[in-house]
């Protein structure tokens, strides 16, 4: 065999190496559903709003600090003092970073003192993007945290 041979071999070589590749990438990026965040062209168009929203909830001086293991989220809710917030409502939407379409909304049950517990559908792992609303006598208080599930 002579070194056009071989180098004619190479290169078919890796160009059908390059072809295997692309279509078990292709294939694989196919698998499951879309990995976009759902409204995500109107949340950019009010985006205003959720820094209004933002600047709202600071002033407040509230506190929401959630903890995420397998298939419970709790929330530890804090009023400016420092204070335990009994009796709000809490409200939770999010979706794990690895399966965006997999959301969840759920409202947590007060469970004593500053704690608000709830069930999540499903086994939770990974990192979870998480919006928590607190409720408490018409003042609403918004966080958006990112939060791994142990």
């Given at each position: 065999?002579?070194?056009?041979t071989?180098?004619?071999?190479a290169?078919?070589?890796?160009l059908?190496?390059n072809?295997?590749?692309?279509?078990?990438l292709?294939?694989t990026?196919?698998?499951g559903g879309?990995q976009?965040?759902d409204?995500?062209?109107?949340?950019?168009?009010?985006?205003?709003?959720?820094?209004d929203e933002?600047?709202?909830?600071?002033?407040?001086?509230?506190?929401?600090?959630?903890?995420?293991s397998?298939?419970?989220?709790?929330?530890r809710?804090?009023?400016?003092s420092?204070a335990?917030?009994?009796?709000?409502r809490v409200r939770?939407d999010?979706y794990?970073?690895?399966?965006?379409?997999?959301r969840?909304?759920?409202?947590?049950?007060?469970?004593?003192?500053?704690?608000?517990?709830?069930?999540v559908?499903?086994?939770?792992?990974?990192?979870?993007?998480?919006?928590?609303?607190?409720?408490l006598?018409?003042?609403?208080?918004?966080r958006?945290?990112?939060?791994?599930a142990?």
């Amino acid at each position: 065999m002579n070194a056009g041979t071989k180098w004619t071999l190479a290169i078919v070589g890796l160009l059908g190496g390059n072809l295997i590749a692309m279509a078990v990438l292709a294939t694989t990026a196919n698998r499951g559903g879309a990995q976009v965040i759902d409204d995500y062209y109107e949340k950019s168009v009010h985006y205003d709003d959720a820094i209004d929203e933002a600047a709202r909830s600071t002033a407040l001086g509230w506190s929401a600090d959630p903890t995420l293991s397998a298939d419970t989220l709790e929330v530890r809710v804090h009023g400016a003092s420092g204070a335990p917030l009994a009796g709000a409502r809490v409200r939770v939407d999010g979706y794990p970073r690895a399966h965006a379409s997999d959301r969840f909304a759920i409202d947590l049950v007060a469970i004593g003192g500053d704690r608000y517990r709830a069930h999540v559908p499903g086994r939770r792992t990974g990192v979870h993007d998480l919006t928590i609303r607190v409720e408490l006598d018409g003042a609403q208080f918004t966080r958006r945290i990112a939060v791994e599930a142990r």
